[in-house]
């Protein structure tokens, strides 16, 4: 039930690869279409978890890293308030081999009501089979005007500690004294934040990274803007400095 | 199955603490947004009932105070009419130590048939594990015009005794006589004060409690007017003399 | 399975308190807003049978008449298509003692499928258990126009027998002829009437009940006609002698 | 999970008798509103089984004619798409003597999944219990213009096939020749024509059933056109020899 | 849990026969309309597969060819967001001698949600049982405008993947280029082309399927473009020689 397995130095970087099913191969390139590339990329640049969906973790997890399991999902497909239903069982995960459930909840959707309910029964079967339960905290739907206003975002951090989460993963405010907040609010959940789409530069990036350091947080959950990125491994090099060694930005770059 | 542990003197103050779920933490401070600040509080002042959701009591909870645990709870992201749904297991609740479940009910909400289900439910877990069941209720949705109305409060609680719990949590009418008419309708379930926002004065506060008291409730459930006052404990003393001692308002106040 | 428990004479008198849930303490005065006064007329007055909620029965049934535990219900504070939930468990109803489980079902409602199928596994529970099952078939929505309209009645009458009702409790259509229809629709589940609302008088009621009777019925459930009557007791012997010593309304009242 | 106990010469002809949920007591006069009075018509005209709702298995059947058991049904109450939940459990069915469950699946309408989930489950649990599982194939709802259309019926007809139904009870298209394609497509489940209300004559309703049987279906199932006859055993008679006995209508006449 | 018995040379050809429920028969003659004519085909022309609803399954399935029997599926009479709920379960499938189940998931539906969790079970108990998953995956609903767009498609094939799926069965982008990159992101799952309605002519139809080759497909599930063909027999020998042994269109047809 805790997190300890995926930090390092108190801190963490999770490898997100469920962005297949969230918002289709459009974020792929020939090489990472491959969840083996992927698979090879965590272990190689030791990152600290691997995030997959069931599918990518029964054909092409090997192991070398802690898995993630993100036990729900939907398509990019799909319009109105958002819902991500369960289709992994936390059964299932453990038995691939999982260190952690990660599971989505669409705050301020008109469905919250059941990934609220579903993720409170999934916690407890995860603890139960001694895996930690990660919420990916994200607030959506019609009532949500600006998903990264400081206080919509301390909103989603405290969720997650008030519903049993060992980790939350959110977005960042875009300063670190709001992001302070947001993690105080999170009191003992460990706060990931999520990095989203590739960032104009690097530099641009790792500075957003380094504000949610400053501010707290554990550590990151990372995709796009390191398996995107035309050297991944030293980008992997880059945050791992950053974040593990608690650099600079500037000195995280001499890699 | 009974309230008995949480009672003085007949009289009952819980440390109500579930408004990082219900409000986010913009009702909290620096200070109070730790649930730790909360537990300690709790305890140092002898509260009979902390309220925790099952993320707080699971990281947070010490065993000094009776634990209430809310099972379930929405945010207030979502718009339309209210549905909380269970996102804690009675059998987990139990496990962690909790003596009462509470469970939120909107009546007059479209999904009312839902909530009243679901408490029905768990009201029976609950007391087969020896533990007491309070509902929470509060007519809300596009029906609801007013629910501090004499003839709605009294509705809610009378709501609660139908359903079988042991104590029901109420807002306050306004003013004795109405809200004696409530305490009546809820025959044997106790009756707690919701005491809601900060009141814009201590003796506005403390009056609303006065009265309560003098209708015939047990008690209350008390969150911002304490943890949001510049001295929590002395508030607490304060309430202590004016609840369990039965002081007037005046001499509660000459802590 | 079998009503005999509530006969006597093949007629019954159920004396029915779940107005609590369904309307709100605003049916109650200061006397009756205590279900130990009911619970008490209905033993000393001998009626054939007491209707409670878990919640009254848990907390004031004492087992001196035999309990109907009605084990659905809803506020009349929700509008739009009636539903009513399951809120009590076959199996805790009959821990409570109950001899007869009571559910409504509203005919005719867009959620009419939510609680045909309900009632249909509720029914097999409650046999299996050795209790009888008592229908409360009341159509209503939007598609009814008028709930007293003899084929509407008639309707509801059949739709217990054909749902394995062992009782029906329908409305009076006025008259005794078309109720006779409702009575032999119904076949071999018994008719109670429905007694609804305080008569404008006692004549006017007994009227009602005399034409129920006359029209082959078993007997009413009533509530408010007789605990709203300034002397219940009086009632309720007057009540006796119509239906189970089979008078005239004339000698019924000569108590 | 065979058809055999139903039929005779390869031949059936069941009572229906569960249009006192489906429509109401207004299909009824004061012989046939009496279960006991079909009952012993059934028996006594040798049809190849009964048609009950629960209810009426329960208190009327007397086994002596094969038992069909509606696990589903409506009221005609209800207005939109129809959807008709099961009421009663294919386990319960099988103690009251069933040897088939009947099932309404309204194909086209909104709620379709739902009853093809449904009867999925039941057809399985009927089969396990060495019952026949009848599907009931209703196109109904927004979406159907005219569900005696010849494509339709085969469609509804096909449907019972490809969902594993021992036989289907549909509507007859008129004409022979189209309805011998429904027959095709209904493969090896068995076709029972739904003969509907009252037909204007008696040689009307004659030649459907011919022209039905001419097309190759096993014999029909029907109610008010056997019921609402003036001499209901004649009609049997007449039936038995048309559709038994495979005579003329004119033949079939000659009782 | 794989779908080495579907593959000869790594490739296979299915025999798609669930169009009686999902289109009706009108897309059957007298012949094909036939379950039996299907059964007889698909093993004398060695197909790999043959796909049945589970009554098809019961009533014809004879063992020649191994069985991948569709769990779910809908009729078209239905309109609105599409929705395909389960109506075999997969235990049953597997008693049938089921080798792999299907199972139909409308991405981009509203009711997309039900169904990737639908699957998410049925995929983790067709396992636990040895059968392989096949995912028929069909973008459809008012959020699509084109199904059959290259990045739809790829879409397609991923969400397969993520879900945990032995195979896809998609449809074909229209050039090979495209639908390479479809078949990349599937990974390790198998693609199979859905053939859909009958191609205008033969070489437009072999056309597609040799396009589907090239870009690294597994094979296809065809149904009317072989049943409804003149000579169902050849047009297999020549699919055999197109996609078994990899041979040219033109060397293809000279059967």
Redesign the interface.
């Known amino acids: 039930m805790s997190m300890k397995l995926f930090l390092e130095n108190n801190r963490g970087i999770l490898l997100a690869y469920?962005q297949?099913?969230e918002h289709?191969?459009?974020d792929?390139n020939?090489r990472n279409?491959?969840?083996a590339f992927i698979m090879e990329l965590a272990a190689s640049a030791k990152f600290h978890g691997v995030v997959f969906?069931?599918?990518?973790a029964?054909?092409?997890y090997n192991g070398r890293v802690p898995l993630v399991l993100k036990v729900n999902?939907?398509?990019s497909?799909?319009?109105?308030e958002p819902?991500?239903?369960?289709?992994?069982?936390v059964e299932?995960a453990h038995e691939i081999g999982a260190k952690a459930i990660g599971y989505t909840i669409y705050?301020?959707?008109?469905h919250?009501?059941?990934m609220?309910?579903e993720?409170?029964?999934i916690?407890?079967e995860a603890h139960k089979l001694g895996m930690a339960a990660i919420a990916w905290i994200y607030?959506r739907?019609?009532?949500?005007k600006n998903d990264t206003a400081p206080?919509?975002v301390?909103?989603a951090?405290?969720?997650?500690?008030?519903?049993?989460?060992d980790a939350v993963k959110i977005k960042y405010t875009g300063d670190v004294e709001s992001f302070r907040?947001a993690v105080?609010?999170a009191?003992?959940?460990k706060v990931f934040m999520s990095s989203g789409p590739k960032a104009p530069s690097e530099v641009d990036f790792l500075r957003q990274v380094r504000g949610v350091l400053d501010a707290g947080a554990t550590g990151l959950a990372v995709g796009r803007n390191v398996w995107q990125n035309s050297d991944p491994s030293r980008m992997a090099r880059v945050l791992r400095r950053l974040v593990i060694e608690d650099r600079s930005v500037e000195e995280a770059l001499k890699v």
Chains 1, 2, 3, 4, 5 share one sequence.
């Open positions: 469920d297949g099913l289709g191969p459009t792929f020939d279409v491959d969840p969906q069931k599918g990518l029964e054909k092409y999902g939907k398509t497909l799909v319009k109105g819902l991500a239903r369960q289709n992994c069982s299932r705050v301020g959707s008109a919250e009501g059941i609220l309910e993720f409170g029964r916690q407890e607030p739907g019609e009532a949500i206080e919509i301390a909103y951090a405290r969720t997650g500690l008030e519903l049993g989460a907040w105080k609010s009191g003992k959940a």
